[in-house]
Protein backbone atom coordinates (compact mmCIF):
# COMPACT_ATOMS: atom_id res chain seq x y z
CA UNK A 1 0.00 0.00 0.00
CA UNK A 2 1.04 3.24 -0.70
CA UNK A 3 2.99 5.04 2.42
CA UNK A 4 2.63 9.10 3.21
CA UNK A 5 2.52 11.31 0.05
CA UNK A 6 6.45 12.34 0.99
CA UNK A 7 7.38 8.91 1.08
CA UNK A 8 5.37 7.10 -1.04
CA UNK A 9 5.63 3.25 -1.96
CA UNK A 10 3.31 3.31 -5.07
CA UNK A 11 1.50 -0.20 -4.99
CA UNK A 12 -0.17 -0.60 -8.70
CA UNK A 13 4.17 -0.03 -10.17
CA UNK A 14 5.41 -2.61 -7.63
CA UNK A 15 8.16 -4.79 -9.72
CA UNK A 16 6.96 -7.74 -8.37
CA UNK A 17 4.72 -7.91 -11.22
CA UNK A 18 3.26 -12.02 -11.36
CA UNK A 19 1.08 -13.85 -14.32
CA UNK A 20 -1.45 -15.09 -12.17
CA UNK A 21 -4.75 -14.18 -13.34
CA UNK A 22 -7.78 -13.09 -11.40
CA UNK A 23 -9.29 -16.40 -11.36
CA UNK A 24 -6.46 -17.62 -9.71
CA UNK A 25 -6.48 -14.79 -7.44
CA UNK A 26 -9.86 -14.84 -6.45
CA UNK A 27 -9.63 -19.18 -5.82
CA UNK A 28 -7.11 -18.45 -3.30
CA UNK A 29 -8.73 -16.03 -1.53
CA UNK A 30 -11.47 -18.09 -1.35
CA UNK A 31 -9.57 -21.21 -0.06
CA UNK A 32 -8.55 -19.30 2.66
CA UNK A 33 -11.69 -17.31 4.25
CA UNK A 34 -12.90 -20.87 3.64
CA UNK A 35 -10.19 -22.54 6.13
CA UNK A 36 -10.54 -18.95 8.27
CA UNK A 37 -14.52 -19.91 8.95
CA UNK A 38 -14.40 -24.02 9.19
CA UNK A 39 -11.77 -22.63 11.65
CA UNK A 40 -13.58 -20.26 13.84
CA UNK A 41 -16.41 -23.11 14.00
CA UNK A 42 -13.54 -25.35 15.61
CA UNK A 43 -12.59 -22.82 17.82
CA UNK A 44 -9.61 -20.91 16.37
CA UNK A 45 -9.71 -17.18 17.63
CA UNK A 46 -10.77 -14.57 15.28
CA UNK A 47 -7.86 -13.38 13.03
CA UNK A 48 -9.41 -9.04 12.84
CA UNK A 49 -5.93 -7.68 11.50
CA UNK A 50 -4.17 -8.30 8.54
CA UNK A 51 -2.12 -11.36 7.03
CA UNK A 52 0.96 -9.77 6.29
CA UNK A 53 1.80 -13.50 4.12
CA UNK A 54 -1.51 -13.50 2.50
CA UNK A 55 -0.94 -15.70 -0.57
CA UNK A 56 -3.07 -14.22 -2.54
CA UNK A 57 -1.06 -10.50 -1.84
CA UNK A 58 1.60 -11.22 -4.10
CA UNK A 59 4.50 -9.15 -2.85
CA UNK A 60 3.78 -9.03 0.41
CA UNK A 61 5.53 -12.53 0.53
CA UNK A 62 8.70 -11.03 0.24
CA UNK A 63 7.94 -7.25 1.48
CA UNK A 64 6.38 -7.86 4.92
CA UNK A 65 8.56 -7.81 8.23
CA UNK A 66 10.02 -11.76 9.19
CA UNK A 67 12.32 -10.57 12.05
CA UNK A 68 11.02 -9.41 15.19
CA UNK A 69 10.90 -5.19 15.63
CA UNK A 70 13.72 -3.69 17.22
CA UNK A 71 12.35 -1.85 20.39
CA UNK A 72 13.73 1.59 20.79
CA UNK A 73 14.33 4.20 23.29
CA UNK A 74 10.99 6.25 23.03
CA UNK A 75 12.74 9.25 24.30
CA UNK A 76 15.53 9.24 21.67
CA UNK A 77 12.84 9.13 18.91
CA UNK A 78 10.86 11.92 20.35
CA UNK A 79 14.41 14.06 20.32
CA UNK A 80 13.90 13.71 16.40
CA UNK A 81 9.77 13.55 15.97
CA UNK A 82 7.87 16.69 14.49
CA UNK A 83 5.85 19.02 16.39
CA UNK A 84 2.77 20.37 15.47
CA UNK A 85 -0.40 22.46 16.78
CA UNK A 86 -3.34 24.17 16.43
CA UNK A 87 -1.44 27.01 14.61
CA UNK A 88 0.52 24.39 12.53
CA UNK A 89 -2.38 23.13 10.54
CA UNK A 90 -5.10 25.75 8.98
CA UNK A 91 -8.44 24.85 8.51
CA UNK A 92 -8.53 25.54 5.12
CA UNK A 93 -5.92 21.68 4.50
CA UNK A 94 -9.07 19.86 5.62
CA UNK A 95 -10.43 20.94 2.05
CA UNK A 96 -8.76 19.39 -0.76
CA UNK A 97 -11.21 21.03 -3.85
CA UNK A 98 -9.44 24.42 -2.98
CA UNK A 99 -5.79 23.94 -3.05
CA UNK A 100 -5.36 25.16 -6.95
CA UNK A 101 -7.16 27.79 -9.05
CA UNK A 102 -9.44 25.89 -10.49
CA UNK A 103 -11.80 23.24 -9.89
CA UNK A 104 -10.89 19.51 -9.15
CA UNK A 105 -12.67 17.16 -11.80
CA UNK A 106 -15.31 14.35 -10.02
CA UNK A 107 -17.51 13.45 -7.78
CA UNK A 108 -17.50 16.22 -4.83
CA UNK A 109 -17.59 15.03 -1.36
CA UNK A 110 -17.53 15.46 2.39
CA UNK A 111 -16.01 12.55 4.00
CA UNK A 112 -16.19 12.93 8.51
CA UNK A 113 -16.09 10.83 11.70
CA UNK A 114 -15.20 10.11 15.30
CA UNK A 115 -11.47 9.39 16.24
CA UNK A 116 -12.17 7.17 18.82
CA UNK A 117 -10.61 4.81 22.18
CA UNK A 118 -11.94 1.32 22.69
CA UNK A 119 -14.47 2.93 25.12
CA UNK A 120 -15.95 4.68 22.45
CA UNK A 121 -14.67 8.47 24.26
CA UNK A 122 -13.13 10.63 21.69
CA UNK A 123 -9.75 11.07 21.11
CA UNK A 124 -9.12 15.01 20.96
CA UNK A 125 -6.60 17.46 18.99
CA UNK A 126 -5.04 14.42 16.77
CA UNK A 127 -3.55 15.20 14.00
CA UNK A 128 -5.48 12.74 11.01
CA UNK A 129 -3.76 13.50 7.22
CA UNK A 130 -5.19 11.62 4.05
CA UNK A 131 -3.71 11.21 0.66
CA UNK A 132 -5.55 9.43 -2.26
CA UNK A 133 -5.97 9.62 -6.50
CA UNK A 134 -8.03 11.75 -8.30
CA UNK A 135 -11.05 10.95 -9.96
CA UNK A 136 -9.35 8.95 -12.58
CA UNK A 137 -7.97 6.50 -10.07
CA UNK A 138 -3.94 8.55 -10.52
CA UNK A 139 -1.80 9.97 -7.67
CA UNK A 140 0.79 12.47 -8.36
CA UNK A 141 3.91 10.16 -8.41
CA UNK A 142 6.49 9.71 -10.63
CA UNK A 143 6.24 6.13 -10.12
CA UNK A 144 2.42 6.07 -10.68
CA UNK A 145 2.24 6.00 -14.96
CA UNK A 146 -0.77 4.73 -15.49
CA UNK A 147 -2.65 6.09 -18.65
CA UNK A 148 -4.71 8.22 -16.63
CA UNK A 149 -5.09 11.76 -16.90
CA UNK A 150 -3.64 13.88 -14.12
CA UNK A 151 -5.91 16.45 -12.47
CA UNK A 152 -3.95 20.23 -12.75
CA UNK A 153 -6.50 21.14 -9.60
CA UNK A 154 -6.34 18.22 -7.61
CA UNK A 155 -3.26 17.09 -5.30
CA UNK A 156 -4.86 14.90 -3.08
CA UNK A 157 -3.19 15.47 0.26
CA UNK A 158 -4.91 17.37 3.37
CA UNK A 159 -4.89 17.32 7.05
CA UNK A 160 -6.75 18.46 10.05
CA UNK A 161 -6.87 17.81 14.04
CA UNK A 162 -10.17 16.13 15.63
CA UNK A 163 -11.92 19.01 17.32
CA UNK A 164 -13.12 18.60 21.19
CA UNK A 165 -15.51 15.29 20.22
CA UNK A 166 -12.90 13.45 18.31
CA UNK A 167 -14.56 14.59 15.44
CA UNK A 168 -12.75 15.01 11.80
CA UNK A 169 -13.87 16.26 8.05
CA UNK A 170 -12.70 16.48 4.84
CA UNK A 171 -13.99 18.21 1.43
CA UNK A 172 -12.37 15.82 -1.25
CA UNK A 173 -12.89 14.57 -4.77
CA UNK A 174 -14.12 10.72 -4.76
CA UNK A 175 -10.82 8.76 -6.16
CA UNK A 176 -11.44 6.33 -8.58
CA UNK A 177 -9.90 2.62 -8.87
CA UNK A 178 -6.66 1.96 -10.05
CA UNK A 179 -4.66 -0.74 -11.87
CA UNK A 180 -1.69 -2.30 -9.95
CA UNK A 181 0.38 -5.42 -10.39
CA UNK A 182 -0.17 -7.88 -8.23
CA UNK A 183 -1.47 -10.27 -10.91
CA UNK A 184 -3.23 -10.15 -14.55
CA UNK A 185 -5.74 -7.26 -14.62
CA UNK A 186 -5.50 -6.37 -10.75
CA UNK A 187 -7.46 -3.23 -10.13
CA UNK A 188 -7.97 -1.43 -5.91
CA UNK A 189 -11.41 -1.00 -5.31
CA UNK A 190 -11.27 2.93 -4.78
CA UNK A 191 -10.37 4.54 -0.94
CA UNK A 192 -8.79 7.08 0.68
CA UNK A 193 -5.53 6.49 3.20
CA UNK A 194 -5.62 7.56 6.67
CA UNK A 195 -3.02 8.39 9.12
CA UNK A 196 -3.77 9.49 12.54
CA UNK A 197 -0.82 10.81 15.19
CA UNK A 198 -1.46 10.36 19.07
CA UNK A 199 0.75 12.20 21.44
CA UNK A 200 4.14 11.11 19.94
CA UNK A 201 5.78 10.29 16.62
CA UNK A 202 5.53 6.14 17.52
CA UNK A 203 2.30 6.65 17.98
CA UNK A 204 1.09 7.52 14.04
CA UNK A 205 -0.94 4.64 12.64
CA UNK A 206 -1.99 4.53 8.75
CA UNK A 207 -5.46 2.55 7.77
CA UNK A 208 -7.34 2.80 4.78
CA UNK A 209 -11.36 3.90 4.07
CA UNK A 210 -13.12 2.58 1.37
CA UNK A 211 -16.61 3.32 0.27
CA UNK A 212 -20.27 1.08 0.10
CA UNK A 213 -21.24 -1.41 -2.85
CA UNK A 214 -17.60 -1.37 -4.51
CA UNK A 215 -17.66 -4.06 -6.70
CA UNK A 216 -13.89 -4.83 -6.41
CA UNK A 217 -13.93 -5.69 -2.83
CA UNK A 218 -13.95 -9.72 -3.97
CA UNK A 219 -11.31 -9.70 -6.15
CA UNK A 220 -9.12 -7.28 -4.06
CA UNK A 221 -6.47 -9.04 -2.33
CA UNK A 222 -5.08 -6.27 -0.47
CA UNK A 223 -9.24 -6.02 1.18
CA UNK A 224 -9.60 -9.29 1.56
CA UNK A 225 -6.33 -10.28 3.51
CA UNK A 226 -8.48 -9.57 6.28
CA UNK A 227 -9.80 -12.90 7.12
CA UNK A 228 -12.71 -11.74 9.40
CA UNK A 229 -15.17 -10.43 7.53
CA UNK A 230 -16.69 -7.99 10.46
CA UNK A 231 -13.13 -6.16 10.45
CA UNK A 232 -13.41 -5.55 7.12
CA UNK A 233 -16.74 -4.29 6.77
CA UNK A 234 -15.00 -1.37 9.40
CA UNK A 235 -13.17 -0.18 6.69
CA UNK A 236 -16.25 0.82 4.68
CA UNK A 237 -17.70 4.01 5.27
CA UNK A 238 -21.77 4.60 4.93
CA UNK A 239 -23.33 6.91 3.07
CA UNK A 240 -24.49 9.59 4.99
CA UNK A 241 -27.98 11.96 3.14
CA UNK A 242 -27.75 14.31 6.05
CA UNK A 243 -23.54 14.68 5.01
CA UNK A 244 -24.84 15.72 1.90
CA UNK A 245 -25.55 19.41 0.42
CA UNK A 246 -28.30 19.84 -1.82
CA UNK A 247 -26.67 20.22 -5.64
CA UNK A 248 -23.00 20.09 -4.46
CA UNK A 249 -21.57 17.16 -2.25
CA UNK A 250 -22.15 13.82 -1.19
CA UNK A 251 -21.79 13.13 2.56
CA UNK A 252 -20.06 9.87 4.18
CA UNK A 253 -19.32 8.76 7.24
CA UNK A 254 -16.53 6.77 8.87
CA UNK A 255 -15.46 6.21 12.46
CA UNK A 256 -12.07 5.30 13.59
CA UNK A 257 -11.17 3.17 16.42
CA UNK A 258 -8.24 2.75 17.78
CA UNK A 259 -8.32 -0.03 20.68
CA UNK A 260 -10.50 -2.92 21.52
CA UNK A 261 -12.87 -5.34 19.56
CA UNK A 262 -14.30 -3.33 17.16
CA UNK A 263 -10.82 -1.12 16.33
CA UNK A 264 -10.06 -0.28 13.28
CA UNK A 265 -7.53 -2.75 10.96
CA UNK A 266 -4.54 -0.64 10.56
CA UNK A 267 -1.41 -1.26 8.34
CA UNK A 268 1.37 -3.35 9.96
CA UNK A 269 3.41 -1.94 12.41
CA UNK A 270 7.28 -1.93 10.80
CA UNK A 271 6.01 -2.88 7.39
CA UNK A 272 6.30 -0.62 4.31
CA UNK A 273 2.93 -1.85 2.58
Not at 17 to 31: D, G, L, V
Not at 124 to 152: C, F, M, T
Not at 235 to 257: K, N, Q
Request: glycine fraction near 6%; include cysteine; proline fraction near 8%.
Amino acid sequence: MKESPNSAVVEDQDPLATTATQAQISAEIATAHEAYRNGRLTGSPARDKVEIDFAPYRSSLLRHPTKDLHHADPETIELHSPAFGHRDVADVEADLTIQHSGEPLGERMVVTGRVLDGDGRPVRHQLVEVWQANASGRYIHKRDQHPAPLDPNFTGTGRCLTDENGVYRFQTIKPGPYPWRNHTNAWRPAHIHFSVFGSEFTQRIITQMYFPGDPLFPLDPIYQSILDADARDRLVASYDHDLTTPEYSLGYRWDIVLTGTKRTWTEPEGGDE
